[in-house]
């Protein structure tokens, strides 16, 4: 096992955040791709969980290990960090390609009416009327706004609808409640 690297259980509310690219410099810090264009779970959480890359070079490590975190910075189009006892760019770059989690509870709380992607996926969407129109299943950047990804079966097939995620549609989502009503009709 490499030093830093202490065996862990992956927490209940783990979520996938972001993904090692390599080393950073020669004194161990750690250059992450993170999955977010606002990477604030990465910032606010000083414990870090790993999994191995699914694919690619054998692992240092087997199963899910934790890291200590001394210190995260967004540096050009990532983000770099530093922890405690990976001192080396050899330690640092063993850990090419390691799936980064964060426990959602670590998470910061969002703004009134902001909503991270992982809290909406499995809501069930109903329009104005009570209609049933699916479940989120994945969200799409699209630039500007962002997309509701449905999933809902019609005549036994898998099928999608795709609502946009702005106020004009989307009139309350309840997380409490697991749902989202929006103002949709089902042939649409």
């Known amino acids: 096992m490499t030093p830093g690297l202490e065996p862990a259980e992956l927490p209940a509310d783990a979520v996938e955040v972001g993904r090692v690219q390599?080393?950073?410099?020669?004194?161990?810090?750690?250059?992450?791709?993170?999955?977010?264009?606002?990477?604030?779970?990465?910032?606010?959480?000083?414990?870090?969980?790993?999994?191995?890359?699914?694919r690619g070079p054998?692992?240092?490590?087997?199963?899910?290990?934790?890291?200590?975190?001394?210190?995260?910075?967004?540096?050009?189009?990532?983000?770099?960090?530093?922890?405690?006892?990976?001192?080396?760019?050899?330690?640092?770059?063993?850990?090419?390609?390691?799936?980064?989690?964060?426990?959602?509870?670590?998470f910061p709380t969002p703004a009134e009416g902001e909503f991270y992607w992982v809290d909406l996926i499995g809501l069930a969407v109903v329009n104005r009327d009570g209609a049933a129109l699916g479940q989120v299943t994945d969200l799409m950047a699209t630039g500007p706004q962002q997309v509701l990804v449905v999933g809902y079966e019609e005549a036994g097939q898998p099928r999608e609808r795709l609502i946009p995620f702005v106020d004009a549609y989307v009139d309350q989502v309840d997380l409490a409640g697991r749902r989202i009503t929006v103002d949709w009709q089902p042939d649409y």
Do not use: Q
């Open 22 to 54: 390599g080393a950073w410099g020669i004194k161990g810090w750690l250059r992450i791709l993170p999955y977010s264009a606002s990477p604030e779970a990465l910032f606010s959480s000083r414990r870090w969980f790993l999994l191995p890359a699914e």
């Open 58 to 106: 054998k692992s240092p490590f087997e199963g899910a290990v934790r890291l200590r975190v001394k210190e995260a910075r967004e540096h050009s189009d990532a983000l770099v960090a530093s922890v405690h006892d990976i001192d080396g760019r050899d330690a640092a770059e063993a850990l090419k390609g390691a799936r980064i989690f964060v426990p959602r509870s670590s």
